[in-house]
């Protein structure tokens, strides 16, 4: 059976796919296509259907439902530390709720738990898109007051003379007590019932495979050409690419549940 896999080109999706992409597992009869496309792109592609696997925001699964469902494998999944929002200076929190904010997609985790965090502090922020990997530079040159971090500029904020506003993901630890589900992979619910198992339980190996052959996919992951370090690029994956990402087990469940309202269909790895 043949798949098209979607995925971002994103440190921690690249990782996780690296044995896949370079044939480090036995691929049980399927033959791949990859297809790299950054996430919010993925998220609006995934609406029509177009791939068989494809990596999701879970912001954008609610939208998805009885088109895709989610493998168990391959989540981006934290425990007390996620998105970030940054300000230029310190900002009280009057003029925080009046500023624009730079944000990197309207199906973003991220921009789903900004808006609830907005919400408990009563206000409905006013934001603009702006790719993620231009939100830290825009903020930093003066073109946004605030701006809402994913990926590998979370760590790079501070080196940028930036004030950290809100750890959405201590936020949601301290209010919840669970991790804060970020992204997952999601295939196609019309494929064969077996075809989905089988390709489950093939993406949790592939993520155990990433972990075990690191420093090799790293090398993947960093072949992308995004301009980030290889340090930054470990030290990103070991966060982000974790025993969550495995299988995000019963609080990883929860976690998805809480962030979305809805209980998604699983299909286990």
Known sequence: MHLTIAHSPDSDDAYMMAPLAFGWLDPEGFTFDFVRKDIETLNTEALQGLYDVTAISFGAYPELQGRYELLTAGSSIQEGTGPLLVSRGKLALKEASEAVVAIPGLRTSAFLAFRKWAGTQGFVPRTELVPFDRILPSVAEGRFPLGLLIHESQFMYRD???????????????????????????????????????????????????????????????????????????????????????DPGERGRLSVEKLLGISPRWIQG
């Open 160 to 246: 940028a003379g930036l004030e950290l506003v809100v750890d959405l993901g201590a936020w949601w630890k301290a209010l919840y007590d669970l991790p804060l589900p970020m992204g997952g992979n999601a295939i196609r619910a019309e494929l064969p019932a077996q075809a989905k198992a089988k390709f489950a339980r093939l993406m949790r190996r592939s993520v155990e495979l990433a972990r075990e052959r690191h420093e090799e996919s790293v090398d993947y992951a960093q072949s992308f050409g995004r301009g980030i370090d290889r340090a930054m690029v470990s030290r990103y994956v070991q966060a982000w690419v974790n025993d969550f990402t495995v």
